[in-house]
């Protein structure tokens, strides 16, 4: 997510992720895939739109809706490149895998990849692609009530008393909304099946391996693809990683929050509490702390009215929400302050203008997608009050959402596969880079995909906070060492700490 879309989060606090992409381009099928050779794709330049970058061009890819029956209905691949700058030195294509799931990554070309160095820029064709279902793919849609789509809904935050009633009516509603409006692809959309996407893109590239830049989900999608095609894969760098953990997958994600906050909400007390800050929220840290717990139990007593946001109402969890969003990024540590101020004082920000209804549709069906049918979720409320009732005590800055129930525990269809399971089994070709203080994808979580893919990649922990490491909230010494690895291949001879 980019850092303006985040601030457009803290300030909605309860909307979903905006992602971009969405303006369907000029686009032109591919022919059947081949295993190498010259590109099948009818590149065209893309739809103009702000922030695109002129020399971005697109194209569609045919897939099987179901890869179990390749001959069977199909549905459109977008995807996106930007050439080699420098024709005589380029080595390959390097895929901007997106993050989410739910997340669009058409115009990855012309956004993070206009920061990647030169040398980078020089070598290779920078792919981007929405995934199934995803923008100008062939997009899914449930229809959800409006209500529905802010954040504090698809994040299952449970009621001030740590009951789930709420949460599962809400799980309920969003799923007979997918089984009704969804359609045949929304039960295909899978990380599975996303990986097999990426094998039918890099054939139709014409391109025998395909080297890709992943962050976050994409991650996971990153690792399962190079698990089903181990040699396909050229030079994969994973940024911000998931836990690859197949007993659990999404829901994993979602528990990590708790440890995520904590290990980075003492970055935000010790600024907000610096005595250089003429506008610190406390003199110490754990009096910054104590104050956002404070405010939260009152917000969630008595909201403040907050017209156009969703919901219309700065409570709790809003501003709970707001704290995990903001964590992301220390740049947006001021806004939160702001956000903290004013609700103090029994005010709210002015609430921005929303995201797209149907973008913002389109992003959230498809994180369901993914996240319900990668996994079977339990279906017992009684399963996650536990689990809430435990994660309040321990962790109350996140006051039990993480282990609370997604729509997923109401999900209309079983799982049609198991998970991909990541082992050390194929090339050593991957880089692992992860900031030690991140509350969406925890160190801890980086720690069990090192752990599992074994000798096949090398990681550097950065001594840094927030989500995505790799030319944003990282160091000199990350970025050196991920910049290093894409243009000559080299890695660290071990894991490597970055101070």
Same mark, same amino acid.
């Given at each position: 997510?980019?850092? @303006?879309? $985040?601030?457009? /989060? &803290? %300030? !909605? #606090? ?6 971009? =992409? +969405?303006?369907? *381009? ?61 024709? @005589?030195? $380029?080595?390959? /294509? &390097? %895929? !901007? #895998? ?6 669009? =990554? +058409?115009?990855? *070309? ?66 007979? /909304? ?13 990380t599975a099946n996303n990986a097999r996407d990426l094998d039918r893109v ?235 203080r991140d509350p969406a994808t925890p160190l801890s979580g980086a720690h ?52």
């Amino acid at each position: 997510m980019t850092k @303006s879309k $985040r601030h457009t /989060a &803290l %300030l !909605l #606090a309860a909307s979903a992720a905006v992602v971009g =992409g +969405l303006t369907a *381009p000029v686009t032109a099928t591919a022919a059947p895939p081949s295993a190498s050779g010259g590109t099948s794709l009818d590149w065209t330049r893309c739809e103009v739109r702000k922030g695109r970058d002129a020399r971005q061009e697109c194209a569609t890819v045919e897939v099987p809706v179901d890869h179990a029956r390749p001959d069977g209905r199909k549905t459109r691949i977008a995807v996106s490149r930007i050439p080699a700058e420098q024709p @005589s030195a $380029r080595r390959g /294509a &390097l %895929l !901007l #895998a997106p993050g989410g799931p739910g997340g669009s =990554g +058409l115009d990855n *070309p012309s956004g993070r990849g206009q920061r990647l160095p030169q040398e980078i820029r020089d070598r290779y064709d920078l792919i981007g692609i929405d995934p199934r279902g995803m923008g100008s793919s062939s997009p899914v849609d449930c229809g959800f009530d409006l209500a529905d789509l802010g954040t504090s809904k698809q994040r299952p935050w449970p009621a001030p008393d740590g009951s789930v009633t709420g949460t599962m009516e809400t799980a309920r509603r969003m799923s007979a /909304a997918c089984a009704r409006d969804g359609g045949d692809l929304l039960r295909h959309i899978s990380t599975a099946n996303n990986a097999r996407d990426l094998d039918r893109v890099r054939a139709a590239l014409g391109e025998r391996q395909l080297s890709v830049w992943a962050v976050s989900y994409g991650t996971y999608v990153t690792a399962v693809y190079a698990q089903l095609f181990p040699h396909r894969t050229d030079r994969v760098v994973l940024d911000s990683v998931d836990d690859p953990d197949p007993a659990r997958v999404g829901r994993g994600w979602l528990a990590a929050h708790e440890q995520g906050v904590e290990d980075t909400f003492p970055e935000f007390a010790a600024w907000a509490s610096d005595p250089a800050d003429t506008g610190r929220l406390a003199g110490t840290p754990a009096g910054v702390r104590a104050l956002v717990l404070r405010l939260a139990a009152r917000l969630d007593r008595t909201p403040l009215p907050w017209p156009g946001a969703n919901p219309a109402e700065l409570n709790g969890d809003v501003l709970r929400q707001a704290v995990l969003t903001t964590l992301h990024d220390p740049d947006d540590f001021p806004r939160l302050a702001e956000l903290i101020r004013a609700a103090r004082e029994g005010r709210t920000p002015p609430a921005p203008e929303p995201p797209g209804t149907a973008a913002l549709q389109n992003s959230v069906a498809v994180g369901a997608g993914t996240l319900c049918n990668d996994i079977a979720w339990p279906r017992s409320a009684a399963v996650y009050a536990k689990g809430v009732a435990e994660s309040r005590a321990k962790y109350p800055l996140t006051a039990g959402m993480p282990r609370n129930a997604m729509l997923c525990a109401a999900w209309p269809y079983r799982p049609r596969e198991a998970p991909v399971r990541i082992t050390d089994e194929g090339p050593s070709d991957i880089l692992l880079v992860q900031n030690e203080r991140d509350p969406a994808t925890p160190l801890s979580g980086a720690h069990r995909m090192r752990s599992a893919l074994g000798r096949r990649a090398t990681m550097v922990t950065v001594d840094a906070t927030g989500h995505d490491s790799y030319l944003d909230n990282g160091n000199t010494c990350g970025d050196r060492t991920v910049t290093r690895f894409l243009a000559t291949g080299e890695r660290p001879r071990g894991d490597t700490y970055c101070r």
